[in-house]
C-alpha cells in the first residue's frame, strides 16, 4: 500500500532506464491495484513485466473490493503474487485459498508468484 499512480509511473520509469533492454533474468513489478493502468503504460514495449499483489479466484460476482485474474489480464499484467505471508497473516488466508488463486492464475494465463515459508517471527 505504497505509492500512488503517478509516484508509480515515476518510479517505473527510473527503474526501466536502470534496466534497459537487460534480458537475462525476468524482472516484475507488482504495483498496487490503482497504479496497475498506469504502470502498464509507463512500461509498455520494455522488457519488465506487470504483476499485481493479489487477486480473488473468481472471475466474477459480489466480492467487493476483490479483482479477478480477467480484470488483471485486461490491463495486461502476467503475474500474480499470491500468499503473501501478511495476506496469510492479516486476512486469514490460508494454504486451501491459496490454491484456488494458484489454480485461477494458470487457468487465466497469470503466472502466480507462490510465496511460502515462514513469518518474519518465525524466522
Request: aromatic share 4%; charged share 20%.
Amino acid at each position: 500500500m505504497n505509492k500512488t499512480a503517478a509516484e508509480a509511473s515515476s518510479l517505473l520509469k527510473d527503474i526501466r532506464t536502470a534496466v534497459g533492454q537487460r534480458n537475462d533474468v525476468e524482472i516484475v513489478v507488482c504495483p498496487p491495484f490503482t497504479s496497475l493502468e498506469s504502470a502498464a503504460v509507463a512500461l509498455e514495449n520494455s522488457v519488465i513485466k506487470l504483476g499485481a499483489q493479489n487477486m480473488h479466484h473468481e472471475a466474477s460476482g459480489a466480492f467487493t473490493g476483490e479483482i479477478s485474474a480477467p480484470m488483471l489480464r485486461s490491463l495486461f499484467v502476467t503475474h500474480v503474487i499470491l500468499g503473501h505471508s501478511e495476506r496469510r497473516t492479516l486476512f486469514g488466508e490460508t494454504d486451501k485459498s491459496i490454491n484456488q488463486k494458484v489454480l485461477a492464475s494458470i487457468k487465466n494465463q497469470l503466472k502466480p508468484i507462490l510465496c511460502v515459508g515462514e513469518t518474519l517471527a518465525e524466522r
